[in-house]
Structures are given as C-alpha cells and as structure tokens.
C-alpha cells in the first residue's frame, strides 16, 4: 500500500495537471483564433470564387470545373476532420480543465500514511516494553517474596543465638565451679610436688651443665667433620667435572675424526678418479700458477649447498687465505665422481675466465688446488644461495611485498637482508647484474647461460654473476657457434642461439630479459605451462611472455627490447644499466634517508646513535639504489653555500681515523662509518626535494 501511494505520489508528480491545464488554455486561445480566421477565409473564398465565375469564360470554366471540385472536396473533408478534432479537443479540455490537482492530497496522504507506519513501529515497541516490564515485575515480586523469607530466617537465627548463648552461660558456670574444684586440688598437689622438684632441681641443674660441656665438645667435632666433608666433596665435584670435561673433548674430537675419515674416504673416492683425468689437468697449465695455487690441506670440505653444470658445491673453510689471518668462508666447486673430459674442460674454462674478471658483481676467484688431488676451485662465499631461491624465499617473508610508497611492511626486521622486497629492490637487483654484464660484454665475454639461478646473492642483497662454465672468449670474434648437442637452457636462450646455435653478447641480451621476468615474479618459471619443444615455434612467430602482475609498463617495456628477433635492434648492456638507473631515480622510495626504515644500502645506517654506528666495508656495501654515486657525492660534499645551516656531514672515515671521501666504486676497498651531523634533517630534505 505504501509502495501504491507512493508511486502515485511521484507519478502525478512528474505528471504536473496545472502545467498541462495551463497549456490547454493556450491551445484553446489558439483554437477559437484560427476558427475565426478560418470563417473570414472561407467568405474571402465564395467571393472569389463568385467573381471567378463572373469575369471567366464558360469554356475555361468548364476546364477548371473537376479541379475545383476535387479541392472543395478535400477543403470539405479537411473542414470536417479539423471540426472533429477540434470538438474532440474542447470535450477533453472541458473536463480536464477544472479537474483538482490530486499532488497535494496524495502528499498529505503519504505523510498520514509514514505517520501511521510510526505509530504501528512505536506500538510494537511498546508491546515489547510492557513485555520486559511485566517480566521486571516478576523479578521485582521473586525479590520481594525472598526478602520475607530472609526477614523470618534472621528471626530464626536470632532466636538460636540466644538459645545459644544461655545454654554456653549455664555450662560456663558449672565448669567453673568444676575448674576452681580441681585447681584447689591440683594446688595442693602443686604444693606437695614442689618440694619434692627443688631438690631435683638442682640434682638437674649439675647434670645440664656436664651435658653442656658434651653438646659444645660434640658440636666442634661436628663442625671439624662437616668442614672435611665439603672440602672433599667439592675435590670430587672438580674432579668429576674435569672427567666429563674430558669427555666431551674427547667426544668432539672423535666426532671431528669421524668427519674428517668420511671427508678423507671421499676425497679418496674421487682422487682414484682424478687419475683419469690426470693428465688432462697437466694440459691445462694455467691452473698450476702459483699466483692462483692454494694449499689443500688449508682447505677444510663442509656441507654440500648443490650441485650445478659442473658437479657439487659445497661450503669450505679456507685457512690463511691470500695472506689474511684466521680463517676464511669460502664456497668449493668440484667435478662430479663420474665426470668426463668435457666437465672438466668447462671447469678448466670457468676458471680462466675469472682469473681475467674481477668485478664487484662478478663472483670473485680466490684460487685453486689442483695438486694432490682432484681439481678445486675457490670462489667467494655467497650467503643467500641462488637468486632464484632467495627470491622465492622471500614470498614467506610478509605481505609487505611490492610497496609503492614509503610504507614497508616489514620494516621492524631486525636485520635489512630480512625485510620484505620492494619494487625498488627488485629495480635494484636488476641494476646490479646489469653493471656486471656490461663488465663482461667490455671483456669481450659471453656468459651463455644468464638466469637467475646463476646469480648468486651475497650479504648485503648484492648480487654475484656465476656459473661460467658455458662462458667463451670473443676478443677474436663477435660469436660463438655450438657445435656439439647437449642440454640447454631452452626458455633463457634467444632465437639464434636456438636455431643457429649462434652465441653472442647480444644473446646475453635476450637472456637478461627473461631474468628480469624472473626477478619481477619472484622467482617464477619462464613461459609457465608452455613445453620446451613447442617454444621454438612460439618465439618463431613472435610469441613474447605477457606482462606480469606488479610489472610496471616501462620494466616490461625493456624486456620487450630485449626480446628483439634482431639481435641488432636489442640494446646494449650499458643502455640497459641506464634505463635501470633512470627508473631507480623515479622511485623515491628507493633511496629514502628521512625514513627510519633500513636503505638496502649499508652505507646508511639511521637506526643507530653515532656511539653504537658500526664500521662498514665499502668493498661489501652496494651503492644507493636510487641515485648516482656522483650525484650523492655532489649533494653530500659539494656544497658551498655559505648560508647552509648546522655543520656538514661527517664524510666517510677509514678504521685508522684519516678522511678518504664519499667511495666512488663500490669496490673501493676501505672501511666506512656513515654518521649523520646534527644539521641531517636538512639533508633529508634536499633526497626528498
């Protein structure tokens, strides 16, 4: 009903009766004006037409006579249908002209109608009101009954209190009667026995003073025997202590020559199948430079981190190593026990080329052993593992992945390898094999085998380009062809390296814009769901991997040029590190000093005081993600203007005290301790300006 009235309510509404009566008396106005001005017509017309008939011949009469007809017919017709319509018309407006506007009623109506629908809401409410009070008067009537009873029940008690309290007054009297009876007799006792104890008094008296001659002798004794007692007790407690102090050396080192039987046992193992390859190793004279050469024995095996192209990795330690005291950690690759001669020609080929690299986004070479023994080569130690496993190790981390802004969500990590990624670390990986790339394609060398899994991830979150083993020199020429069928990284190689087995820097190229791919999905698997066998036709046809979620346009804009099918048209590695750069600058939450969030950088540290700010190594700290070094250093050492306020920054300082400057490469190899001066709200400011 309420729906009825209201929709009547908004129909004759918009219908508006008083407009549309308002305009039907101007069409009648109208109406009347053209019904006169038809009557004069029509007079004009018989004269006209009499005077036709006058001053016209009969003959031409006659000619016009059907014509005139037939326009008196139709004038008839039309004369007739316009007095129709117009009495149709003047009927209609007689009865719609003092027709009442109905809107004000129907208002007024619904309103009645809303009131009503109040009153039934308020006595609903009121039934349910007299509901809960009628159910309080219960309660009030319970209470009410319960007070009575706990009014009679206060009588009862009293009435047994005093019931009580005569009967104790009664057996209180005769108890006293029967005490002070028996107190006279005891008394008189008490008098008898006194006597008689005096003289036992003293008897006891004589006795209790020998006895406490005894007890005093008896307790010095006791005391010289407790004292005895501990000395020896806690000789035996050091000696037992000694004996299982002794023990668990002793179970260590037969724990460590347990071990150290299993490592000798393996290295006999794959020493009886070095033999084979003997002679190999003897041609290869560049891994018995002395400069390169480290002594086995200073080596000691740990546990096995994988096994790659060339056989396991295993974690090392490595004693005096290029002269440093102590010991070193450091990562061992060995040849398989089942290698052939092509293994070990790649790994003879991975080791000359780092000899010939030294980059700090290149995995460094520390040495090799290759006397007395299987071929080992030393290689610095990468804490995080591969890229690809710390990328999808970071998917556990939180939800703090991919942040936009200055917010991090996992910012309260005590540690800033263990927060959570950002756009601007992922930008920042990418920058840093970029720069070692564009090392090596300087070198003329081409890695062959680019991917994330060949990237390694050392402390600091800086990246280490690895896995040499397919690399080959190109000084002499810009290519490589494979001549020999083996597998191959399919989903990472570009179009010529998969139908012409044609290898150069610019395949590297292709490879990295599949790297980046991996890096923007954390880790994630190349052309998901598409077999190796039908990507060749795919690439052929210029089918490219879509943009993936969290890929910003200009990123995906890169892999696409990287995926040029002409490897001439891909860009340089020195290109790419720019367009990385520029993206790195765009984002300002990539370098934000002002915030109290760690920078992926190591060089600023704003979450410690200037006492607790610990030293640095340059040679281990990246550079800022998101500027220039050179324009950092112009920013932080270059000004003179002599309105800058507070002091200026404390440049970076080596352990021994002396001044070295902002560290242009990131392997300058000093020690650096970054403090802010009291004036670094000022400096924040400028980063963010």
Not at 28 to 50: G, H, Y
Not at 351 to 370: D, M, R, T
Not at 656 to 662: A, C, E, I, K, L
Request: glycine share 4%; with cysteine.
């Amino acid at each position: 009903m309420a729906a009825n009235v209201g929709s009547m309510f908004q129909y004759w509404k918009r219908f508006d009766l008083q407009q549309l009566q308002r305009e039907l008396d101007a069409t009648a106005t109208v109406l009347a004006n053209r019904q006169d001005e038809s009557e004069q017509s029509r007079k004009r017309l018989i004269e006209q037409s009499r005077e036709f008939k006058k001053n016209t011949p009969e003959d031409l009469r006659k000619q016009v006579a059907p014509l005139l007809k037939s326009f008196q017919g139709e004038i008839d017709a039309l004369s007739k249908r316009s007095k129709e319509a117009e009495a149709a018309f003047l009927n209609v407006y007689k009865r719609l002209i003092d027709v009442p506007d109905p809107v004000p009623a129907l208002d007024l109506g619904q309103q009645l109608q809303l009131k009503v629908q109040r009153l039934h809401d308020i006595e609903t409410e009121n039934q349910k009101l007299r509901e809960t009070l009628e159910e309080y008067n219960k309660e009030f009537a319970e209470v009410k009954n319960q007070e009575v009873t706990i009014k009679a029940l206060k009588e009862k008690i009293r009435e047994y209190e005093q019931t009580l309290k005569n009967q104790a007054e009664t057996i209180a009297l005769e108890k006293e009667q029967k005490l002070q009876n028996d107190f006279a007799e005891k008394e008189r006792k008490l008098q008898e026995t006194q006597m008689s104890t005096t003289s036992k008094l003293e008897e006891a008296e004589h006795k209790v003073q020998s006895l406490q001659t005894a007890l005093e002798k008896t307790r010095t004794e006791l005391f010289d025997l407790k004292t005895k007692y501990d000395e020896e007790t806690t000789a035996k407690a050091d000696e037992i202590e000694m004996i299982m102090t002794d023990l668990e050396r002793a179970n260590q080192r037969a724990e460590v020559a347990q071990r150290e039987a299993e490592t000798l046992r393996e290295q006999l193992s794959s020493a009886n199948h070095s033999l084979q390859l003997a002679s190999q190793i003897q041609k290869a004279p560049d891994v018995e430079d002395p400069k390169w050469e480290f002594p086995r024995k200073n080596l000691v095996l740990g546990k096995t981190l994988g096994e790659g192209e060339f056989g396991k990795v295993v974690k090392a330690t490595a004693f005096h190593l290029k002269g440093r005291a102590g010991y070193t950690t450091v990562a061992v690759k060995m040849l398989k026990e089942n290698a052939s001669p092509s293994e070990l020609r790649d790994l003879l080929s991975e080791f000359n080329v780092l000899k010939q690299v030294n980059h700090p986004h290149v995995i460094k070479l520390y040495g090799a052993c290759s006397q007395d023994g299987p071929l080992l080569l030393i290689v610095e130690y990468a804490k995080y593992g591969s890229l690809r496993g710390f990328l999808r190790e970071s998917r556990k981390v939180g939800p703090g992945y991919l942040g936009s802004g200055g917010s991090r969500n996992s910012s309260s990590l005590d540690h800033p390898d263990e927060r959570a990624l950002t756009m601007g670390d992922l930008i920042s990986f990418a920058w840093q094999i970029s720069q070692g790339m564009q090392y090596l394609a300087e070198m003329k060398l081409v890695h062959r085998d680019l991917a994330a899994r060949n990237i390694l991830v050392a402390e600091g979150r800086k990246m280490k380009i690895s896995d040499f083993g397919l690399s080959r020199d190109v000084y002499e020429e810009d290519s490589y062809v494979k001549r020999s069928q083996g597998r191959i990284p399919v989903k990472w190689m570009a179009i010529e390296s998969l139908f012409d087995h044609i290898y150069t820097t610019q395949s590297d190229v292709w490879s990295f814009g599949v790297l980046l791919w991996e890096i923007v999905t954390l880790g994630g698997n190349p052309y998901p769901g598409i077999p190796p066998e039908r990507l060749f036709n795919l690439l052929k046809t210029g089918h490219r991997m879509e943009r993936p979620d969290n890929c910003s346009e200009e990123m995906y804009r890169l892999m696409l040029q990287c995926w040029k099918q002409e490897p001439d048209k891909r860009p340089v590695f020195a290109d790419i590190s720019k367009d990385l750069e520029k993206m790195m600058v765009k984002r300002r939450d990539y370098l934000d000093l002002a915030a109290s969030t760690p920078s992926d950088s190591l060089i600023y540290d704003d979450g410690l005081s200037e006492e607790e700010t610990p030293l640095v190594d340059c040679n281990n700290a990246p550079l800022p993600r998101a500027l220039p070094s050179t324009w950092i250093e112009n920013k932080l050492y270059g000004m003179s203007d002599p309105n800058w306020p507070g002091e200026s920054p404390v440049p970076l300082t080596r352990a021994d005290g002396t001044n070295t400057g902002f560290p242009r490469y990131p392997n300058d190899s000093v020690y650096a301790n970054w403090m802010l001066s009291p004036s670094a709200a000022k400096l924040m400011d400028t980063f963010d300006s």
